[in-house]
Structures are given as C-alpha cells and as structure tokens.
C-alpha cells in the first residue's frame, strides 16, 4: 500500500470529521466516491459573502498561494510546492515567492473580501493569476476536490502516514529495526515536552489518527502530545457535539478529555486569580521599588481585573498549557508598566512556569496514560 493509499485507509479508520457546515468538499466528491465522503475535516468550510467555498482541512492562515480547484479555494504554502511539485517551480520563481509572502502577511487581516476573478491573459495566465488582494491565485483544472484533498494529506503530512505505514508493517513482520525507526519518527511529532507558545495548532485529523494508532500499535508515549492537541482544538469539542460519530474516539477517551479540559480550567483559573505574593504585601525590599499596589486588598483586585478585562482568563482556558508561555513571554511580564514590582512579578512568573510543569505532569494519570518507564518496562 503506497502513501496515498495509506492515508486514504487511514481516513476510513479513523475517519474523525465531517464537516458541520452544509457544503463542503467532502459533499462534492460524494457523487463520485463513496470512500471520499469520509475524508476528514477539522474546521467548517467557509462560505465567501460571493465567490469559491474554501477547504475546511488546507486554508492556512498564513498560506500565500490560493489553488483552486473544482471551485474549492485551498490556501497553500508556494515554497513548498516549488520545492516538491515540478508544476509549480516551472511557474513560480523565488522573487514571486517572497512577493506573495508579504501580499499574504497583508491579506490576512482583511480575508474574506476577496475577488474569485481570474486575470486572463492567455492559455497560462487564466489558470496563473492574482487576487484583489494581490495573492497568487492558481486554478489546477480536471482534478477531483476529492483527490486533491487526499494528495495534500499525504503531502503535508508525510512524516506521520510514512512512519504509520512502517510501523504497521513492520509490527506485522516482528522487523525490530524498522519498527524502532518508525517509532522514533512518531515520538519526535508527537514528543513527551509540554507544547511552548505555539500558534500553529497540529491538525485535528492528524492528532485524532495518531491517538488510534498509538493504541492499536502499543506506542503509548505519544499519547499525551496527541490528546492535548485534542483538547485545545475548539473544532474537536464543536465536531462532539454535531457530529460523535465522526470522531473516532471511544467514549471512555471522550469523557476522560472532558474531565481532563475541567481540571486544567480550574487550575488555570485558580492561577490566574492568584496575585503576586498572595496574602502578603509587595516583596520588593526598599520603598522606592514596591508596586504601586500597596494595600493587600487592592493588589489582588488590580491583579485579578488586568486578566479579566484582557481577556486572557477566558482565552488561555482554552489551552492553559501554551498560554502560560504566551503570557509570560508577552508585554505585562517582559515589559511591566510600573504597577507591580520586579520582585512581585518575579515570584508570579516562578509559580506560573512552576504550574505548567505540574499540570503537564498531571496528564499522564488523568488521561490513564502509562509512563515511559512503564512503556519500557512492558516491552
Ligand atoms: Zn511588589
């Protein structure tokens, strides 16, 4: 079994999606395949007020090319296909790329009122063209939605369904060598580290196949990674809802994940809300240096309101893990205002990062995870 075919297998194992919106591309290979029908998606398609509907699985934020393709919009990375698709590297050349790099950086705050029309010049450029917002734009002609929707999987995702693949030949023939390989390869996507401040999310398709392999093929270490990546997707905790069957995760996972996401909350919360130097006064050792905040009260009031009325309680509850270093790494730590003290902020920082370690370490036994040590001690 090739790639390609692998992750097409994958999908109907798995099969952890579905749109929730009324079109999308899965609905328009249907009438031509059964099979595709199943292809996963992690967030609904979205409808432009006029023009192409987009793919829900491959419209990267930061993308800068559109491929278009049965009327679907695919928003893609142009020095990856340069580099890997000879079609692309024929059309584009390396100055086009940093172009459409910025173009992309500028179009992204004001996406979605973009034109579909195509710039014709002659037989390349009808299908070569930019947008209205100056975006590369390239139709990809007599290719099912279907069929592009499982290349790119296989595409963007080599690293996982090749390792998959090897894994599960390799179990099968008892090959120890190609077997350590694989795993290996799946450790390092799916490492045992506390996720940092990383935007870039992995995709729920790829966390959710990953989850049901690593049971089926006894590879329990990079489960934790894999559910973290579950639970801080809002398109997995919306897919529960509408669509359950879709996600092919068993119901004592389902409700371990619901628990788990109630305990982070909590503890992210109760972090949160937990002022500088709690119950005490400010720490800094001369007058001159304190925190402007000098009453006990007070200090827990300005504390707590600074994270409510940024938003940060409600945001980083979502995903307390990565938005401790987001916090951290962002202004009110780094560049204080002169409210609170060095030494104030100091000991919040040594709590925060204290936290994030000890709720990283807490997944194992809320997710019923077994430990490295208990992997190898199995084996
Ligand atoms: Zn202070």
Redesign the pocket.
């Known amino acids: 079994m090739n790639v390609l075919e692998m992750a097409d297998d994958l999908k109907l194992k798995t099969a952890a999606g579905g749109s929730k919106g009324t079109h999308s591309e899965n609905q328009a290979s249907e009438g031509s395949s059964q099979k595709r029908a199943k292809i996963v998606v992690e967030i609904p398609l979205k409808r432009q007020p006029s023009g192409p509907r987009r793919s829900s699985q491959f419209y990267y934020s930061d993308g800068n090319i559109i491929v278009v393709v049965g009327g679907v919009e695919f928003n893609l990375h142009l020095s990856r296909l340069i580099k890997h698709c000879d079609l692309f590297s024929d059309l584009y050349r390396s100055d086009q790329v940093q172009e459409a790099e910025q173009n992309a950086a500028k179009a992204s705050d004001a996406d979605g009122i973009r034109s579909s029309h195509l710039i014709s010049n002659g037989p390349v450029e009808q299908e070569k063209a930019v947008d209205s917002a100056k975006r590369l734009r390239y139709e990809l002609k007599d290719i099912t939605v279907g069929d592009f929707t499982t290349f790119l999987c296989a595409f963007e995702t080599p690293l996982q369904n090749e390792a998959i693949s090897l894994l599960r030949v390799a179990t099968k023939l008892r090959c120890g060598t190609v077997q350590k390989v694989a795993k290996h390869r799946l450790r390092t996507l799916w490492p045992l580290t506390a996720p940092g401040n990383v935007r870039k999310k992995k995709n729920l398709h790829e966390a959710t196949t990953i989850i049901v392999i690593a049971r089926e093929l006894d590879l329990p270490e990079v489960l934790k990674r894999a559910f973290y990546e579950v639970i801080r997707n809002p398109s997995f905790w919306d897919l529960l809802v509408t669509k359950r069957a879709n996600v092919k995760l068993s119901d004592a996972d389902v409700l371990n994940l619901y628990h788990v996401r109630h305990v982070l909350q909590q503890e992210w919360r109760a972090l949160v809300l937990t002022p500088?130097?709690p119950g005490s006064a400010?720490?800094?050792p001369q007058e001159k240096l304190?925190?402007s905040n000098a009453s006990r009260a007070r200090r827990a009031g300005h504390w707590r309101s600074h994270f409510v009325e940024t938003g940060d309680l409600e945001k980083g509850a979502a995903d307390p893990v990565c938005y401790v270093d987001a916090i951290l790494e962002g202004p009110f730590f780094k560049k204080p205002d002169g409210t609170?003290?060095s030494?104030?902020l100091a000991e919040r920082k040594a709590a925060w990062e204290g936290a994030k370690v000890r709720w990283w370490g807490l997944l194992d036994r809320l997710l019923n995870i077994r430990t490295e040590a208990e992997a190898d001690a199995a084996q």
Do not use: I, T
């Open positions: 500088p130097s400010c720490l800094a304190r925190c609170w003290c030494e104030c």
